[in-house]
């Protein structure tokens, strides 16, 4: 939850807010967004008061870091007195008789008292006047204003970028407040009340202490009881709008939290007779509340003396005179604690301040207008649930709550499931388009009773994604379901629980998603198996590994395919003697052409998006004997430095154009600008030739993107709903129209969405929508052939004007290509392929038919962009994520099938999801 926390006593300090920094931690370790704004300095007694007329101003307050005791509390090393200095550019402030950080009124001299003495880090945390500049520090905002104020502060104007505030506490109070004559008047409740007003859940939280030493583990352990109290209300709010806030009060004892936590009514009372203001002498201007003694005298619970205090007349005349003169006197706070712990004693039990008194939690329900709400629950006690190091903001609903207490008679606050939620969802995708669809499928196919939806700690983020499963799950034999990022996924507790966790990734999966292994994985497979279609459905690769552009030819020294490419390309292109013994140790990838020899045919391999073909027009014959190929980074993604080139000059120009003059030459918003240094491995492949062109569509290129679900160890399926992604431009073969020094233009051959540079990208709308191809940077409108063009950059592939048999038949060769591929990655590469049983993974496999409708293996992605899909087709997304929870979650949540077989929905009946289980093999992982 993001949690705002207020309260009246004002920043931490051990003379007047000693508990405020301990529950912000305690709330921080259970996962929580803790937002804080207080009051500057004391307010306590000041109910829910807005101060009129008053220009509200914030400082800054910086607590001690994670390492250093919780700020406000004494410690045995403590001096006397001591003095909390801050030390900084703008205010030095220091009040050594109250240790309060936050007394900016000093006087020169001591500031100048101040200079050059050695500042000690301080105890209690510092207090600024501007907010830091340094991202990530920790600061909480003090307003001169009231706890009432602090709450629209902090709602409204700070802290907005940490999103909406689920809860507000006010608290923790220093000292109890129970009764109605307590809670009349305080600021704590103020806050809470103000929050209620404002429409937002709210928790008064007040420590009621005896002594005013004060054990810091007694005070954690009111801590950590307050978050229980707090995390327990949350999740078993009413949702009938029947109560507002809740008034909680937690005794300071040794055995608080064996303690019961009750729901009770809130006593009323009254003062007894006489004043609560004691006259002092009028002739000292001024003087400061002395807060130490108001609560020296709260702290006396069994006060022997009960009369009122002495000299509390009225100050009207005597000696009968009809108007007397009025003597000038000052008066000071003094409120008659004896007169509540008196009318406590003399009640019946079972309101709060009883409760508090036997050393128990007190619940009070309440609505904003000063009723008190729910009264069926007074005499009830709150059911906990177990104790966690931390939450996801919604505390799972348990069948049994655990505490440390005996059991009662009194029924639970509300009826719960008659069944405890099977598995725990982690389910966060982090990808704004896909997340939505994941949670529907959840939602559509999975009982409601049979999981409970909970979200990431408030820590975690993209700079810091690493979470810990066994933090947050209340018990260990609790299942849980993770579908997150990779980097976010707790492999180590999968594998030490591969009965009770099922996440959405394989930890070692590099044989397939990295362009050369998976060239190796194709060549071990076909070695061992010569009948398998992968022999003929994926072009064997050329990899090399470069760190700067002039060890080229070093790297080239046995790729010797493509060495024997370029020195026929060079012959044909006429420079065969103008190459010397650069030609000679060049190396490229050589195109795809059912003319080819198979020999040359393997030396294709893993490709991106991006796909060439030729033209069918009669060009020179010089051109038809150019070999074309494709550079790519292989461990690169979204299209990132891919290259088409015939001959070592542009080989080695491609490289030469990655290597930096100098850093300042860096151009950090190009997307594609990558060095040679930073991605090391690359790929050669040869270009597929000719493609499969529609003349319908414009004759553009097209490659078929492929969804693939992999589960445990191991089943494969493939979603037949594929889609078709169309180059930005019609196709022309690279070098139909002469040797271009520039290369081809990569817009009529790359299929892949992320890099069509005349199809540029409408972020604005943030759903891969395109400009048609020809836009102008004036903003002048293309033709209505090239806006038509751009609209069906992603179609169905199921809807192109395809012959049905040419359809079925690529379908079922991309099936087969698929189940070869996963079988040949787990058994001929298995130490870079691990299939686990506790796991499951989705990948994106793109195809490029050629002319003869044989589809080419290109890729293998991992986590797959699934918004190249875009807007319009998220409905293939959705029916394939369907298809995954049916496949992989729904065994693991609700009781499994007997048998695999018996789990797979493929067969085309009533519950047919579209995915075809392609492969099923037994890798003796259990």
Request: aromatic share 8%; glycine share 8%; hydrophobic share 35%.
């Amino acid at each position: 939850m993001h949690i705002l926390v207020v309260n009246d006593d004002g920043p931490p300090s051990p003379h007047s807010s000693p508990y405020v920094h301990s529950l912000v931690r305690e709330l921080q370790a259970h996962g929580h967004t803790v937002s804080v704004c207080l009051p500057h300095t004391q307010r306590s007694w000041i109910g829910k008061a807005h101060i009129i007329g008053q220009t509200v101003k914030p400082l800054y307050y910086r607590p001690p870091p994670p390492s250093a005791p919780a700020a406000g509390l004494m410690h045995e090393d403590d001096e006397e007195g001591e003095s909390a200095t801050i030390t900084t550019t703008t205010t030095t402030t220091t009040n050594n008789n109250t240790n309060n950080t936050n007394n900016t009124n000093n006087t020169p001299e001591q500031k100048q008292g101040q200079q050059g003495k050695l500042q000690q880090p301080p105890r209690h945390g510092t207090t600024h006047a501007r907010p830091s500049t340094r991202p990530g520090t920790e600061e909480w905002i003090l307003v001169d204003g009231t706890p009432a104020s602090c709450v629209q502060i902090g709602l409204y104007h700070f802290f907005r970028d940490r999103g909406p505030v689920d809860l507000v506490v006010s608290g923790p109070n220093y000292g109890r407040n129970t009764t109605a004559v307590f809670a009349l008047s305080s600021g704590t409740l103020g806050g809470a009340l103000e929050a209620a007003v404002c429409r937002h859940r709210a928790v008064a939280l007040s420590y009621a202490f005896f002594t005013r030493n004060h054990d810091t583990s007694i005070i954690e352990k009111a801590s950590r009881q307050s978050v229980r109290v707090i995390e327990a209300l949350v999740r078993d709010w009413p949702d009938d709008g029947s109560v507002d806030l809740y008034s909680v009060n937690v005794p300071l004892l040794e055995g608080l939290e064996e303690g019961k936590v009750l729901f009770t009514p809130m006593l009323q009372n009254y003062w007894g007779s006489g004043s609560c203001f004691t006259e002092v002498d009028g002739s000292v201007d001024g003087e400061d509340e002395d807060e130490e003694r108001i609560r020296e005298d709260e702290g006396q619970v069994e006060e022997d003396n009960l009369d009122g205090p002495g000299g509390a007349g009225g100050g009207g005349g005597g000696g009968g005179c009809r108007a007397a003169c009025h003597t000038h006197k000052h008066f000071k706070w003094s409120p008659r604690f004896a007169d509540v712990y008196k009318s406590v004693d003399e009640a019946p039990p079972g309101n709060d301040g009883w409760a508090v008194k036997e050393g128990h939690t007190s619940v009070t329900p309440l609505k904003a207008n000063f009723f008190q709400a729910a009264t069926e629950l007074h005499g009830k006690e709150l059911q906990l649930g177990v104790s966690r190091r931390s939450t996801f903001g919604v505390v799972p609903k348990l069948e049994e709550a655990t505490s440390a207490h005996p059991a009662q008679d009194h029924l639970p606050v509300r009826t719960q499931a008659a069944t405890q939620p099977r598995v725990y969802a982690l389910i966060d995708y982090d990808d704004e388009y896909v997340q939505p669809l994941i949670l529907s499928a959840v939602k559509s196919l999975l009982p409601p009773e049979s999981y409970t939806l909970v979200r990431p700690p408030s820590s975690w983020s993209k700079s810091a994604p690493e979470i810990r499963l066994g933090d947050l799950i209340p018990t260990r034999d609790a299942k849980v379901l993770q579908i997150m990022p990779y980097e976010s996924i707790d492999f180590d507790y999968a594998s030490t629980h591969p009965d009770t966790c099922l996440v959405n990734s394989y930890m070692i999966r590099k044989a397939l998603i990295r362009k050369h292994f998976l060239s190796a994985t194709v060549d071990n497979w076909v070695a061992k198996h010569p009948d398998s279609v992968l022999k003929t459905h994926v072009k064997r690769s050329e990899a090399f590994e470069v760190d700067y552009a002039e060890f080229l030819d070093d790297a080239l020294v046995e790729a010797f395919d493509l060495r024997e490419s370029l020195e026929r390309n060079a012959a044909a292109l006429g420079c065969a003697g103008s190459g010397g013994d650069d030609v000679a140790e060049s190396v490229a990838e050589r195109g795809d052409d059912s003319t080819v020899p198979t020999a040359a045919a393997a030396t294709a391999g893993t490709a991106t998006t991006i796909t060439n073909t030729t033209t069918a027009e009669t060009g020179e014959q010089k051109d038809d004997r150019i070999e074309w190929w494709i550079l790519k980074p292989s461990m690169s993604d979204r299209g990132q430095g891919i290259r088409l080139f015939s001959t070592m000059e542009q080989l080695q120009g491609i490289f030469d154009e990655w290597e930096p003059e100098s850093s300042d030459d860096e151009d950090e918003d190009d997307r594609d600008h990558i060095m040679t240094s930073h991605l090391r491995h690359f790929v050669a492949q040869p270009y597929i030739h000719p493609p499969l062109l529609l003349p319908e569509l414009g004759n553009r290129k097209f490659h078929i993107r492929v969804y693939v679900l992999c589960v445990g160890s191991m089943r494969v399926y493939v979603y037949r709903d594929m889609l078709a992604l169309f180059a930005a431009k019609p196709y022309r073969a690279p070098g139909s129209s002469g040797p271009d020094p520039n290369g081809p233009d990569l817009d009529a051959h790359l299929t892949n969405t992320c890099l069509q540079t005349s199809a540029a990208t409408n972020n604005n709308n943030n759903n891969n929508t395109t400009i048609a191809p020809g836009n102008h940077k004036d903003g002048s409108t293309p033709s209505a052939s090239a806006a038509a063009a751009a609209a069906d950059l992603v179609l169905r592939f199921g809807t192109l004007p395809l012959d049905p048999d040419r359809s079925a038949s690529i379908v079922a060769q991309i099936c087969a290509v698929t189940g070869d591929l996963f079988e040949a990655a787990a058994r001929a590469m298995p130490v870079h392929f691990q299939p686990a049983p506790h796991a499951f993974e989705v990948y994106g496999l793109d195809f490029l038919p050629d002319a003869q409708g044989r589809p080419w293996l290109l890729e293998v992605n991992a986590f797959p962009d699934f918004r190249q899909t875009g807007p319009d087709l998220a409905g293939v997304v959705a029916g394939f994520w369907k298809g995954v929870v049916r496949s992989a979650v729904v065994p693991f949540v609700v009781n499994p099938p007997a048998t695999a077989a018996a789990a797979a929905t493929y067969d085309g009946g009533d519950d047919d999801d579209g995915m075809v289980l392609v492969r099923e093999v037994d890798l003796g992982k259990r």
